[in-house]
């Protein structure tokens, strides 16, 4: 009952309508925090696009300056040199088919999956368990490569994917609140300048529609693109 008299007062102290600098909506965010956890910061941006065409189909990677405030486990699955290579870039787990044998049966407990090219042709049969958690390994997110060590050390640092959803909204992490306003407003600026460089050549009118920030129990506070540039 506390959180919710809590939310109730949060809401009514500012105008839901309005969109507010992004200082000013950072700050918001870490004013409405009232739980005991450190709550992640996330960002959700309205595009106008159409998930369903290609072109539309916005999916990018990119590094935080602060990172995500997030430990990331990651599965590598590879051969030979490769494996080895992974090891010693930090990855959590390391395999092929003793691991593709434990996704079969269900064993998903990984953040990010990286994989090699030549592991996608067993990996790709297991799109059904993969594809609904968002970890099937794809090129366009940097997690098929032969580069498996740049691609750990960047995952593990807190670099983030951009994928547009069937809505043409994107969720992104960006840092926690236990960050200061101008490690988390570096975040979003990142992610903002990395959308807008993403922007489909299809898109004639207006491409940002909507962007708000919350944390994880607070409500979303409306930023003012306009602050950003």
């Known amino acids: 009952m506390s959180l919710s008299k809590n939310m109730k007062s949060a809401t009514e102290s500012y105008d839901k309508l309005k969109s507010y600098p992004l200082v000013e909506a950072v700050d918001m965010v870490k004013e409405f925090k009232y739980t005991q956890f450190d709550e992640s910061v996330d960002l959700a941006i309205n595009l106008d696009v159409d998930p369903r065409h290609a072109e539309d189909n916005i999916r990018v990677t990119t590094p935080l300056p602060h990172g995500t405030g997030k430990t990331v486990t990651v599965l590598v699955l590879a ?16 395999g092929n088919k003793d691991y593709l044998t434990k996704i079969k049966n269900g064993w998903t407990d990984v953040d990010k999956i990286i994989a090699t090219p030549d592991m996608m042709g067993e990996l790709g049969k297991l799109g059904r368990i993969l594809g609904p958690k968002g970890l099937m390994p794809n090129p366009k997110s940097g997690t098929v490569t032969m580069d498996v ?34 490690k988390l407003v570096e975040n979003i600026q990142t992610v903002y300048d990395m959308v807008m460089k993403a922007r489909p050549a299809s898109v004639k009118g207006q491409y940002l529609e909507k962007m708000s920030v919350s944390s994880t129990m607070g409500p979303g506070i409306q930023i003012d693109p306009a602050s950003i540039r």
């Open 79 to 94: 051969q030979g040199p490769k494996e080895k290579e992974a090891q010693e870039a930090g990855a959590d787990f390391v």
């Open 149 to 182: 060590a740049k691609a750990v050390k960047d995952f593990k640092a807190g670099q983030v994917e951009l994928r547009v959803e069937k809505t043409g909204i994107i969720h992104v992490p960006c840092g926690k609140v236990s960050f200061g306003t101008e």
